[in-house]
C-alpha cells in the first residue's frame, strides 16, 4: 500500500504527462523537499519514473521526472487500491476526491 504523499507525488506525475521538475512538485504539492526525492528515488529504481535532464537558457540544468509505462499502471493501481479501501472513511474523502478526478482525466486522454 503506498503511504498518502506518495499518492500525491503519482497523481500529480499523472496529471504532468511531459514530466515536471522537483521543484514544482514540492511547491505544488506543499512538501519539503527531503520528502519528495526519497519518493522520486524510490519510483525510479522500480522502473516507475524516468528522469532526463532539461536545459533552458542559461540557467542551471532541471531534471525532470516523468512516469514511465510501468509508473502509470503502477499509479493507477495504487489509487485504485487506495480509493477501494479508504473512500468510505470519512476523514479520506478529500483526497479521494482528488484521487477519482485524476483517474476520469487521464484515463479519458
Known amino acids: 500500500m503506498a ?11 499523472l496529471k504532468a504527462e511531459d514530466g515536471i521538475h522537483g521543484y514544482s512538485l ?13 519518493i522520486l528515488l524510490r ?22 521526472h516523468k512516469l ?3 509508473g502509470r499502471q503502477y499509479a493507477f493501481s495504487a489509487i485504485g487500491e487506495y480509493l477501494d479501501r479508504e473512500k468510505p472513511k470519512k ?6 476526491k482528488v ?7 487521464v484515463q479519458q486522454s
Open 26 to 38: 514540492c511547491k505544488q504539492l506543499e512538501i519539503k523537499s527531503g520528502t519528495l526525492y526519497p
Open 3 to 13: 503511504h498518502k504523499t506518495t499518492l500525491l507525488v503519482l497523481d500529480s506525475l
Open 91 to 96: 476523514e479520506h474523502q478529500q483526497l479521494s
Open 68 to 70: 514511465s509505462e510501468s
Open 43 to 64: 519510483l525510479a529504481e522500480k522502473g516507475y519514473l524516468e528522469q532526463f535532464w532539461v536545459f533552458e537558457g542559461s540557467g542551471p540544468p532541471k531534471r525532470v
Open 99 to 105: 484521487l477519482e478526478r485524476t483517474l476520469a482525466q
